[in-house]
């Protein structure tokens, strides 16, 4: 079987299937087992995946930095352990006196650069074992707040049912942010608790579920976006003349060569092709990766 094309597919994930049953699949579609993916989904969340095929897994790492929207319903007069519909309701609060002035201004202080407490049931290690897992096994996790940036946080509609209120929200954040988190926040400023119904996502950087492919798709026809695409449509781009890319393309520094952005740039060579991720660091700019 010939080399697949290395680049990256964008999955519309199911429902029910774990970020690694994905990558399962798609390394039986690809044809090879050097296949990734950039940022887990939830077994209970749908949308957009993106998974690296080939050389293209080493760019997994920082495609995963980029930000994310959502699409999400918080169900607020339920706490679950799992802060999602997966768990097991622990308490329950009546959210009837609940309007929807009173709910918005109780999003505000969760919008912005704000400290977050992860959910304890998830992937985030604690002394070198999942978080998730700690739980599963009986055990107390208190996991410290960090920092991460939610820029949109919003409702979209209010749909009152019985002692319970469900709020469609939508939201654009940091890589890191638990939409979950923001659920059980919410509920928390509110006195009801929350927790997370449904969650979408419809964007990861560049990519949203317009390029979107379900599995049955990529069974029918194996779509990937290949490199040159990708760097374009996830980094700022500098096209290089003849010379300095034959230096890129053994990975030496470019002296005195302003990138005019921080954090990774990609560098193309004068046919437009994708060669390497240099930085700036100080007066030159240096490599990160090289691709070709």
């Known amino acids: 079987m010939s080399e697949p094309v290395p680049g990256i597919v964008v999955v519309d994930k199911p429902a029910g299937w774990t970020s690694h049953d994905v990558v399962g699949r798609l390394r039986r579609l ?48 339920e706490s679950t352990v799992t802060d999602d519909a997966e768990g097991e309701v622990v308490a329950s609060t009546s959210a009837t006196h609940l309007d ?12 912005g650069d704000i400290e977050q407490v992860p959910s304890a049931v998830s992937a ?34 209010f749909r009152p049912g019985g002692e319970l209120l469900d709020v469609d929200v939508r939201v654009v954040c940091s890589s ?8 059980r926040d919410l509920g928390a400023a509110l006195g009801v608790g929350g927790h997370l119904t449904m969650l979408r996502r419809t964007r990861v950087g560049g990519f949203d579920l317009s ?16 490199l040159d695409d990708v760097a374009r449509r996830t980094f700022p781009v500098l096209e290089l003349d003849a010379d300095q ?3 890129v ?15 990774p740039v990609a560098l193309l060579d004068p046919d437009g092709h994708f060669l390497a991720l240099y930085e700036q660091r100080g007066s030159d700019a240096k490599p990160i990766a090289v691709f070709v």
Do not use: I, N
Request: no cysteine; hydrophobic share 45%.
């Open 249 to 263: 393309r053994y990975g030496r520094a470019l002296p005195g060569v302003s990138l005019g952005a921080d954090g």
């Open 100 to 111: 929807e002035a009173t709910v918005r201004a109780a999003m505000a202080p969760l919008t």
């Open 30 to 77: 690809a044809g090879t087992r050097k296949v990734g993916h950039a940022g887990t989904l939830d077994p209970m969340a749908t949308g957009v995946l993106l998974a690296g095929v080939g050389r293209a897994t080493r760019l997994l790492g920082h495609l995963q930095l980029t930000d994310k929207e959502y699409l999400a319903t918080v169900r607020l007069g």
């Open 211 to 226: 390029v979107a492919h379900t599995l049955e798709e990529l069974e029918t026809a194996f779509a990937v976006v290949p």
């Open 176 to 183: 890191g942010t638990y939409v979950r988190a923001l659920a």
């Open 245 to 247: 890319a034959t230096d």
């Open 124 to 157: 985030v290690k604690v002394d070198g074992k999942r978080s998730y897992a700690r739980v599963r096994a009986g055990e107390d996790v208190d996991l410290p707040a960090r920092p991460v940036k939610v820029s949109t946080f919003e409702a979209t509609a």
